[in-house]
Nanobody, 130 residues
Framework: EVQLVESGGGLVQAGGSLRLSCAASGLTFVDDYAIGWFRQAPGKEREGVSCISSSGGNRNYADSVKGRFTMSSDNDNNMVFLQMNNLKPEDTAVYYC??????????????????????WGQGTQVTVSS
């Protein structure tokens, strides 16, 4: 069974940084899958933030975070990370990690997210104060 556990959220002032982590169990990095970060603010629809392929070869970022957020992976420890710099109040949301076997990280995965067969973590709250 695939399980994803996010951590690293918190309260930060605008311009600050946070690093989110997602621990993936039930997956190995020899599997073929895409894993991404998605976020949802109160009253808003879910938004894709970034994704990375299991090989680490493909990465994609939403325009709203390009140049500020960097996604990386630690294959040895089945972890992915989201380094968030120059945070803005509009980045405030619950951030979720989501993986989908047999998928490739690309623009469409970031835009539409995983299929009905995908796996989601419980989320971690990020709050950016102005």
């Amino acid at each position: 069974e695939v399980q994803l556990v996010e951590s690293g959220g918190g309260l930060v002032q605008a311009g600050g940084s946070l690093r989110l982590s997602c621990a993936a169990s039930g997956l190995t990095f020899v599997d073929d899958y895409a894993i991404g970060w998605f976020r949802q603010a109160p009253g808003k629809e879910r938004e894709g933030v970034s994704c990375i392929s299991s090989s680490g070869g493909n990465r994609n970022y939403a325009d709203s975070v390009k140049g500020r957020f960097t996604m990386s992976s630690d294959n040895d420890n089945n972890m992915v990370f989201l380094q968030m710099n120059n945070l803005k109040p509009e980045d405030t949301a619950v951030y979720y990690c989501a993986a989908d076997l047999g998928r490739t990280c690309n623009y469409y995965y970031t835009l539409f997210g995983p299929s009905e067969h995908g796996h989601w973590g419980q989320g971690t709250q990020v709050t950016v104060s102005s």
